[in-house]
């Protein structure tokens, strides 16, 4: 699983993955100005979750 992967499936929500390894969670980032959307993720690798997985943490990020 890579953030381009992620990020291609979930582009027509407006947002992108980021993903800060080291700490141990990803974050949504609005494609307009960069903030935060919604909650972080809680996992060490992207590949904890499966692409369904990621693409409804992304919609319940976008609708929060």
């Given at each position: 699983m890579?953030k381009?992967?992620?990020?291609?499936?979930i582009k027509?929500?407006?947002i992108e993955?980021?993903?800060?390894?080291?700490d141990g969670?990803s974050?949504?980032?609005s494609?307009?100005?960069?903030?935060?959307v919604g909650?972080?993720v809680y996992?060490?690798y992207?590949?904890?979750?499966t692409l369904e997985?990621?693409?409804?943490?992304?919609?319940?990020?976008?609708?929060?």
């Open positions: 890579t381009a992967t992620i990020n291609k499936a027509h929500l407006g993955i980021q993903n800060t390894r080291g969670y974050y949504f980032t494609l307009k100005d960069g903030n935060q909650d972080s996992v060490c992207l590949n904890q979750l997985q990621w693409i409804k943490e992304a919609t319940n990020a976008n609708n929060q």
